[in-house]
């Protein structure tokens, strides 16, 4: 790993794991002032040769499908990248560069595919988690689940202003997945 921002991402992101899934207003804001530039640069392309090495596509996925979750959370804008960061994630795959990643990493390069609404990522997604993360299998068949019944992530309508179907606020409000 030769670049200095690569490092900075991933150290930054490794040292902060007890936060990744916390919610937290500080991590959040934390990561969304520490990492603005470095998401931007992402976001505009500047930062695609990033995709030659593992660690490189590691740290891009984390700053285009994680850093929008946790800067923008509750906005439209936290799905903003989300096909930038699915493009990655295909990229890693075929490269072989998910089992050239730390193991307690390489769900990073796993979960673009579950944020998606396309079944065909769905099923991607639970066949990645078999071979490369059986221990989250059981997440990945939930979101596959849900995309197969719904179509689409429930929790996800009040955001884009998509009109909840009955069935679809049944799901929600008798405990289905909230995101």
């Known amino acids: 790993m030769t670049n ?3 490092r900075e991402t991933l150290v930054w992101w490794q040292d902060a ?3 990744w899934f916390s919610q937290s207003p500080a991590f959040d804001v934390a990561f969304r002032t520490g990492f603005a530039p470095l998401h931007g640069a992402a976001m505009a392309g500047e930062l695609a040769d990033w995709q030659n090495t593992p660690e490189g596509c590691l740290a891009l996925l984390i700053l285009l499908d994680h850093y929008p979750r946790n800067a923008f959370r509750g906005t439209r804008d936290m799905y903003h990248a989300d096909p930038q960061a699915l493009s990655v994630a295909r990229h890693a795959w075929r490269q072989g560069f998910i089992d050239r990643v730390p193991r307690d990493l390489c769900l990073f390069m796993l979960l673009p595919f579950a944020h998606s609404e396309a079944l065909e990522d769905q099923d991607q997604s639970v066949a990645l988690h078999r071979r490369y993360l059986p221990s989250g299998l059981h997440r990945a068949k939930r979101h596959r689940d849900i995309i197969a ?3 689409r992530f429930p929790h996800r309508q009040p955001i884009f202003e998509r009109a909840l179907t009955p069935e679809e606020t049944w799901y929600l409000n008798t405990g289905g997945f909230q995101g």
Do not use: D, K, L, V
């Open 4 to 6: 200095p921002r690569i």
């Open 17 to 19: 794991a007890e936060n």
């Open 149 to 151: 019944r719904f179509g």
